[in-house]
């Protein structure tokens, strides 16, 4: 079982930039495809963006302003947000997937999850 440990997040203003990370804690994420969720108030959980071995994607929303990237030295996954809006304030969530080889936007086809960081954009 891979314990997943999200952080980085906090409350900023609208236009900042910060960073989340999501750590496994002693395991190695090399070796899965790395998701990232987000959960608004009120709202269900959506798709973020996802890192494999292969490829990165990203929800439409966030393309251009999002950067999904690993840090196999820290073994760690980073996503970095930019130019952050209100509307992406939520709690965000990592989660692994044991098929490294592909990414997916389906929350279901996650192994792992973290329990979540929270992100706060003001205006």
């Known amino acids: 079982q891979v314990n997943l440990v999200e952080s980085g997040g906090r409350v900023v203003q609208a236009g900042d930039s910060l960073t989340l990370t999501c750590d496994a804690n002693?395991?190695?994420?090399?070796?899965?495809?790395i998701g990232w969720f987000r959960q608004a108030p009120g709202k269900d959980r959506e798709f973020v963006a996802a890192i494999s071995w292969i490829t990165t994607v990203y929800e439409d929303s966030v393309k251009g302003r999002f950067t999904l990237s690993r840090d196999n030295d820290k073994n760690a996954v980073h996503l970095q947000m930019n130019n952050v809006i209100p509307e992406d304030t939520a709690i965000y969530y990592c989660?692994?997937?044991?098929?490294?080889?592909?990414?997916?936007?389906?929350?279901?086809?996650?192994?792992?999850w973290g329990r979540g960081t929270q992100v706060t954009v003001s205006t």
């Open positions: 002693g395991d190695t994420l090399r070796r899965y495809s």
């Open positions: 989660a692994v997937r044991w098929d490294g080889a592909a990414c997916s936007m389906s929350a279901s086809d996650y192994n792992a």
